[in-house]
């Protein structure tokens, strides 16, 4: 091959490279999409929570810190509950994101288990108004759970690590206390 044989595949080398950089790769860059931002599912932040009241099956935990000190259960008392785990359900429900809105004003609370087996939460911020929370069933699949905000009609689905942290709670919680047999009759009898 000649010297005028190398310098034309050059020049046409160059010549695609400057298409590319031209089209080719500026189409594909506007092709690529945005990620789509979800909707936060509480309105306050998990560094302002002060608060946090658990009730399910007839108990109830409530915890509560001061700034950015360790969490402490108030009630029951003498419940030994680690801070951190308060914490990390406190933090996993303020950041939870809307994964989908699954059901709206008139959906029958008993098809997502926000009936009376659900368990109500309520955060408290640092300022402002508590916030209601109903949790309810894990969906079908298994990756999220049904929640609702007291005062909003909408049914959403938010992680499943918020029941994760939930369920470790209550089973922190002693056993309730069986109850003792009249007369001295023997159990179950």
Known sequence: MRWRGVVVAWLVCLALAAEYAAFERGSRER??????????????????????????DGRTIVSQRQGTGPWAVVEPRAVSIPPD???????????????????AAGADPKTFGLDAGATRVEVRPESGEPVVVTIGDTNPTGTAVYAQRQGVPD??????????????????????????????????G
């Open 31 to 56: 092709a690529v999409p945005a990620e789509a931002v979800r909707p936060r599912f509480l309105p306050i932040g998990a560094a302002e929570v002060r608060e946090v009241r658990l009730s399910r």
């Open 85 to 103: 785990l308060i914490g990390a359900f406190a933090t996993a429900l303020a950041e939870s994101e809307e994964i989908a809105r699954v059901g």
């Open 155 to 188: 049914v959403v689905l938010i992680g499943r690590n918020v029941r994760y942290y939930e369920d470790l709670i209550f089973q922190a919680l002693p056993a309730p206390r069986v109850p003792v047999p009249e007369g001295g009759a023997p159990v179950g």
